[in-house]
Nanobody, 124 residues
C-alpha cells in the first residue's frame, strides 16, 4: 500500500503561481509512476500531468502545457506540480495518484493509489 498526501493548494489571483506537493509513504521502495489529476465542480476528473519513476517520461494535458511543471524527488518520496500563469479555469480539487509500474498513464483508471485532494481556487 502507498499513502499519498497533497498540500500546497489555496486561493490565488489569475496570473499567480502555486506549488503543490504530494508526499508518499508506505511501500515506496517499489518504482512507481505518479500523476496529477483535477476535478472541477460538476465535471469529471481530468488528467493534468504524469511523470515516470526516473523522470525521463513526462506528459501534460494540452490545457496546462507551458504553464505547469511536474517533477519529483525520490529521495524525499515527494512529487510536485509547479503551476504558473494560473487561470480561473484551473480552479479544481487537485489529486495526486501513483501506480507501481514504469509506463506513465493518462487516465485515472490506470492509477491504484490516490490522495485526498487539495483545493486550488483562482480568482479573476
Amino acid at each position: 500500500q502507498v499513502q499519498l498526501v497533497e498540500s500546497g493548494g489555496g486561493l490565488v489571483q489569475a496570473g499567480g503561481s502555486l506549488r503543490l506537493s504530494c508526499a508518499a509513504s508506505g511501500r515506496t521502495s517499489r518504482t512507481y509512476v505518479m500523476g496529477w489529476f483535477r476535478q472541477a465542480p460538476g465535471k469529471e476528473r481530468e488528467f493534468v500531468a504524469a511523470i515516470s519513476w526516473s523522470g525521463d517520461m513526462i506528459d501534460y494535458a494540452d490545457s496546462v502545457k507551458g504553464r505547469f511543471t511536474i517533477f519529483r524527488d525520490n529521495a524525499k518520496n515527494t512529487m510536485y506540480l509547479q503551476m504558473n500563469s494560473l487561470k480561473p479555469e484551473d480552479t479544481a480539487v487537485y489529486y495526486c495518484a501513483a501506480d507501481p509500474r514504469l509506463r506513465i498513464g493518462l487516465t485515472a483508471n490506470e492509477y491504484a493509489y490516490w490522495g485526498q485532494g487539495t483545493q486550488v481556487t483562482v480568482s479573476s
